[in-house]
Each structure stands twice: as structure tokens, then as C-alpha cells.
């Protein structure tokens, strides 16, 4: 891979640990936190494929309301105190620990750094600030651009249009398989960043490489 590469970044589950927002008010959320955690992830992903297939868009930070709310209902309930507490922690995720020194050491070589998300703009804003990853970032491409989830390709060609590439010229790391497989099917060279050890899917869709954390990219 070129030292000097477009490298183009998922967000959430990525770069951005989706389950630290829970960890942080374990005890406030009480028996069921991972529990309540693991659903209320899943459903924000389901609320997007499903919006994107009926052409009813709404913004992923009213879609992550309504997974909170759904999770929330399914684990018994929470009180108001822990749901705003969470939704705000959703704003400022933990970076995985591997991130900035890999982001760090690519921009060092020369790349372009990006990240493609379903968020908000203000919800990426809030989050790579917080996460002390603005000075490596090029400014985030929200879906808002375009009102649609990944894995729509209108999303995908949101990179061509900023930076005028071809697919071909754009390394793309998610650490979601579906993700991958949007972009494989793009035409971006992809890595699947399986941090959670996941067993493969979309076979016909594969990436190009598959590492068990970010900091792989440095030696691809």
C-alpha cells in the first residue's frame, strides 16, 4: 500500500469505542449494562439499513435516541438521570487505544486521513475533539450530505467527490463486516479491522486484508 495514501476511516466501533459510553455508568445502568449496550448498538444499526431501504431518513442522533429508548425498554428501564448521562457519553467516546499513534505514524508518512460515517457532523465534531484527534483528521463526510446509511453507495462516492480519486486510490478500514462489504462492492480497497474476532460474512464481498486492530496498517 502506498505511504501516501487516502485512508478513509468508519467512526463508530472503528476508530470510536461504541461500548465506552455504557462502561462509563455501569453502576448507574445497573445489572443489565452490557446487555442494554449490545441492543441499543444493534438497533441503531438496524434503524439505518431499514430508514435507508424505506427512503425515510432521519439523523443517526435521532436513530441512537431511539435505540437508547428501545435497549432501555428491553432491560427493565432506566431513569432519566442515566439516559441523559449516556447520550451525552455517546458524544464523547473513548478512542480505541490503538488509534491515535497509528493515525499518528500514517499521517507522518504523508497520508490524507478521513473519516466516512453515519454520524452527525456535530455528532463527529463532538467526537474527534473529545478524543483528541482533530490535528490528525482531514474534517469528517457525514452521510447528512447525502440522507442516506451506509451501505448505500451514494455514501461511498462522497470520498471522489471531496478529494476527486478513483475507488481504487482509497484505502477504506471499518471494523464492521457489512461496511466492508459496501465498499468492496464500491470499489475501494478495504481492510476489515476485526477487532471483535467476528467470523467472516459476505464472502462474494471479501477485503482486501484483515487485521485484529489499527496499528496492522502500519506494516501492510
Request: aromatic share 10%; with cysteine; proline share 3%.
Amino acid at each position: 500500500m502506498s505511504e501516501h495514501a487516502l485512508y478513509v476511516f468508519d467512526a463508530y466501533g472503528t476508530l470510536l469505542d461504541v461500548h465506552s459510553a455504557v462502561a462509563r455508568h455501569r453502576a448507574l445502568v445497573g445489572a443489565e449494562a452490557d446487555r442494554l449496550s449490545d441492543i441499543w448498538r444493534t438497533k441503531q444499526l438496524e434503524y439505518t439499513w431499514t430508514r435507508s431501504l424505506m427512503g425515510a431518513y432521519r439523523d443517526f442522533w435521532a436513530l441512537t435516541e431511539e435505540a437508547l429508548d428501545f435497549a432501555a425498554a428491553r432491560c427493565g428501564g432506566i431513569s432519566a438521570e442515566a439516559r441523559e448521562k449516556l447520550l451525552s457519553a455517546y458524544e464523547t467516546l473513548d478512542a480505541f487505544a490503538d488509534v491515535a499513534p497509528t493515525l499518528a505514524a500514517l499521517k507522518a508518512r504523508g497520508a490524507k486521513l478521513v473519516i466516512l460515517s453515519n454520524g452527525t457532523p456535530a455528532m463527529l465534531d463532538s467526537a474527534v475533539r473529545s478524543a483528541g484527534l482533530g490535528d490528525l483528521l482531514d474534517p469528517s463526510i457525514s452521510v447528512a450530505d447525502v440522507g442516506v446509511f451506509k451501505t448505500d453507495a451514494r455514501v461511498y462516492e462522497r470520498v471522489g467527490a471531496r478529494y476527486g480519486v478513483a475507488p481504487q486510490a482509497v484505502s477504506f478500514q471499518s471494523s464492521n463486516r457489512w461496511d466492508i462489504a459496501g465498499a468492496t462492492k464500491f470499489g475501494f480497497r478495504t481492510v476489515w479491522i476485526n477487532r471483535a474476532k467476528a467470523p467472516d460474512e459476505y464472502r462474494d464481498l471479501p477485503p482486501a486484508a484483515v487485521l485484529d486492530g489499527l496499528a496492522g496498517l502500519l506494516t501492510l
